[in-house]
C-alpha cells in the first residue's frame, strides 16, 4: 500500500519547513483535494530567475498567499501519521 | 539471513533552499541497509544524513557526467540506520528552485553496496551490466529525456514496476530487481526522450556461522 504524504508548508524564522500533517491514499484523493496545491512549486517556476539573482526570496511568497498544503512524498509505510479523512480541515 | 527490501520512499519537489528534509520510516531487522538515490539538476548535492548520521557515497555521476541532463546523479548509503521514522537531510551546494527526485529503499538482510555500472551514452534503449553475487539485488535508476513510455528491465526482458518517476528538469525514474542469481547481469532502462542508467548491487547479508560444538573436553559414558 502507498501513503501519499500531506505536508504544511510555511515560513518559520526566515526557513521554508515541511511539517507533515497526515496521508491520504491515492494520487486521486491528493489530486481531489482543493486545499492542497501546487501553487508555491508553480510560484517557485514563474520566479525562478529572480529568486537565483536574489531580486525574489520565498518570503515574498510567503508574505503574499501564506502557508499552504503540498503533497511530495509516497511511501509504503506512515505509521507514524494518520489517514486524513476530510481535507477540508487544511487550511 | 535473506535479503528483503523494506520501506520505500519516493519523494520530488521544489526545495527553493540549499537543503531539504523529509521522512522515512526504517522497518525492523537484523543487518538494515539504506539507500538513497538522488537525481539533482543544476546543483551538487554535498552531503546526506538519516537520523542525524552522515551516509556514505557509493556512486556519483557528477553534472559534466551526465552531459546535457546536467545532473548531479548520486547514490548514498547507511549501515545499521536508526529504526522508526526519522528525518533523511539532504544538503546543496547552492539553492535549488528545480525539482529534485530523492528515493529511499530499507533493507534487511544486508551486507552493504556492491559493485556498481552505468552507461551516459545517451540513448534510447539504453542498456549496461553488472555483476553481482548470489541473492543481491539491483537497484536501477535512470533519467530520461520525457515522462513517456518508461521502462525499467532487470535483467533485460523483465519489467519492474517503477518504484519512482519524477520529473526533475528532465525524468528520473528506477526501481529495485528481486533477488537475483551470481552473475552478469544486463540491464535496459526506455523512455521516448534519450536516456541514461545506473545500477548498484544491493548484497545479502552472509549466514551467520554454524556453531559446530564438537571442539572440547568430551566424557565417555559406558
Redo the contacts between chains.
Keep these: 500500500m502507498e501513503y501519499y ?1 500531506i505536508d504544511k508548508l510555511e515560513l518559520i524564522d526566515g ?2 519547513v ?1 511539517t ?1 500533517v497526515g496521508y491520504l491514499t491515492s494520487q486521486e484523493d491528493v489530486d481531489a483535494a482543493p486545499e492542497i496545491t501546487t501553487q ?2 508553480d510560484w ?2 514563474t520566479n ?1 530567475g529572480d ?2 539573482n536574489g531580486v525574489l526570496t ?1 518570503a515574498d511568497y510567503f508574505n503574499t498567499y501564506g502557508p499552504s498544503y ?1 503533497c ?9 501519521l494518520t489517514l486524513i479523512t476530510d481535507t477540508s480541515i487544511l487550511i | 539471513m535473506p535479503l528483503v527490501r ?12 540549499n537543503t ?6 526504517h ?1 525492523v531487522g537484523a543487518d538494515g541497509y539504506l539507500f538513497v538515490v538522488i537525481t539533482c539538476p543544476f546543483t551538487d548535492v554535498s552531503s546526506v544524513t538519516y537520523a542525524g548520521v552522515a551516509m556514505t557515497l557509493v556512486q556519483r555521476k557528477t553534472r559534466a557526467n551526465t552531459g546535457s541532463y546536467n545532473t548531479d546523479w548520486t547514490v548514498w548509503r547507511l549501515a545499521a540506520p536508526a529504526t ?2 526519522n528525518n533523511l537531510v539532504v544538503r546543496m551546494v547552492t ?1 535549488q ?3 529534485v527526485s530523492t528515493f529511499i529503499t530499507s533493507y534487511t538482510g544486508c551486507a552493504g553496496s556492491g559493485n556498481i555500472a552505468s552507461n551516459l551514452t545517451i540513448s534510447s534503449p539504453v542498456t549496461t551490466s553488472v555483476a553481482i553475487e548470489q541473492n543481491s539485488m539491483i537497484i536501477g535508476s535512470a533519467i530520461g529525456g520525457n515522462s513517456l513510455n518508461l521502462s525499467m528491465q532487470i535483467p533485460t526482458g523483465t519489467s519492474l514496476t517503477l518504484l519512482y518517476s519524477h520529473n526533475a528538469n528532465n525524468w528520473a525514474f528506477g526501481s529495485v530487481s528481486p533477488s537475483l542469481g551470481a552473475g552478469t547481469i544486463s540491464c535496459r532502462a526506455d523512455s521516448n526522450g534519450s536516456t541514461i542508467m545506473m545500477l548498484t548491487e544491493v548484497r545479502e547479508a552472509p549466514d551467520a556461522p554454524v556453531v559446530n560444538n564438537t571442539s572440547g573436553w568430551w566424557m565417555i559414558l559406558n
Design positions: 504524504i526557513v521554508l515541511h507533515s508555491f512549486e517557485v517556476g525562478k529568486l537565483e520565498v503540498v511530495n512524498t509516497v511511501t509504503t509505510d506512515a505509521s507514524n | 523494506g520501506t520505500t520512499t519516493a519523494d520530488r519537489r521544489v526545495p527553493a533552499s531539504y528534509t523529509l521522512s522515512h520510516n522497518n522508526g521514522a539553492s528552485f528545480n525539482g
